[in-house]
């Protein structure tokens, strides 16, 4: 039987991990604690879980900024909080960013990973009743010409940013069958949802939109993803975290293929049903750019594994989550323009002394 009292999520300040925290405070099935320790690098932002600080701040609900690359800070988290559960998102994960600058890619998706897998096999010795669980992506595969990706599919990523998370997949499951490390992996489709980043396709669209501005779609918007809402991701990690076998990898997608282009027009029509605008002139905002290097043609996951064995299934039509995402970039414009402008990166100095005063 698995503890799950006091869980450590890494990267729980950016897009995925907040909206996992905020999962597991709505979950009837969870009363432990949560430890969101983030070094809060640019996608990192602590606001994204500010009800959450209001309402289980300094009693279920913790806040450590640390760098997953600073072996002494997290061990001392460890011990600090006697976590028994390791949630690890925490990754820089713009392929972009990574073509132009892949040393911190490097840095903390395959060095921090090794750094927290070795302070947690410190800590935890020998105990099975604990869980290292490393969230991935479906972009370590390749790209796809048929077919759909399994847990079983040949590593092949194309990019800095894939295969530095192709080398954490690997470090998590060797410790798992060198150290016997409770370890369990999962690789994920593109999610979208509320609270990520702008420069995020679904994101970038829907606030393009909003102010007349080109929407740029790589070469002639052929390539082709998975999307997944990132509450159903929340849930599917949340189900691994209950009942997944330590030593097995889960591939979680949402059975959602779209052509990029196809997804922009769609997304112009749903804004434009939503809002009163015109389609075709949403439309005529497309811009074609030129292709990036290396550019996966196509990914699509096979999820049956997870339905079969945990009783997961996506919850949220594609339809519904597209109007909910526009929906809620559209209420939350005050959000937009703190991300935008950077000031969401004073949260730190504004909120830490709260925080501390109320431990």
Request: glycine share 8%; aromatic share 12%.
């Amino acid at each position: 039987m698995r503890a799950l009292n006091s869980i450590l999520v890494t990267g729980g300040a950016g897009f995925i991990g907040s909206n996992f925290i905020r999962h597991l405070f709505a979950s009837s099935t969870f009363s432990g604690r949560v430890i969101n320790l983030d070094k809060l690098t640019y996608a990192g932002n602590p606001e994204n879980l500010e009800d959450v600080l209001e309402a289980f701040g300094g009693k279920r609900y913790f806040f450590e900024k640390a760098d997953i690359c600073d072996p002494e800070a997290v061990r001392a988290i460890l011990r600090r909080y006697d976590i028994d559960t390791v949630v690890h998102f925490a990754a820089e994960s713009h392929v972009d960013r990574s073509i132009f600058g892949p040393g911190d890619f490097i840095q903390t998706n395959i060095v921090g990973t090794f750094l927290l897998l070795e302070a947690v096999r410190e800590l935890w010795g020998s105990r099975q009743d604990v869980l290292f669980h490393h969230v991935s992506t479906d972009e370590v595969f390749g790209s796809l010409e048929e077919g759909r990706f399994s847990e079983d599919s040949p590593y092949r990523p194309r990019s800095p940013y894939s295969a530095s998370k192709a080398s954490s997949d690997h470090l998590a499951r060797a410790y798992f069958h060198t150290y016997g490390l409770p370890v369990t992996v999962s690789n994920c489709s593109n999610n979208y949802g509320p609270y990520q980043f702008p420069e995020k396709l679904i994101p970038l669209i829907i606030l393009n939109m909003t102010e007349g501005k080109p929407l740029p779609i790589y070469g002639e918007g052929k390539n082709v993803r998975d999307w997944l809402y990132v509450e159903d991701h929340a849930e599917a990690v949340w189900q691994i975290l209950k009942e997944g076998q330590a030593g097995e990898t889960y591939a979680i997608g949402g059975d959602n293929e779209w052509e990029n282009l196809r997804l922009v027009e769609t997304l112009c029509d749903t804004m434009a049903r939503l809002t009163g605008r015109d389609a075709k002139e949403l439309r005529g905002l497309i811009h074609f750019v030129q292709d990036r290097p290396g550019h996966d043609l196509r990914y699509a996951i096979d999820c049956a594994k997870i339905k079969r064995t945990l009783g997961w299934s996506q919850g949220m039509a594609f339809e519904r989550g597209l109007e909910a995402t526009i929906l809620w970039y559209l209420e939350h414009k005050e959000w937009v323009a703190r991300v935008r402008s950077g000031d969401y990166r004073s949260w730190v100095e504004r909120n830490y002394g709260r925080r501390e005063a109320s431990q």
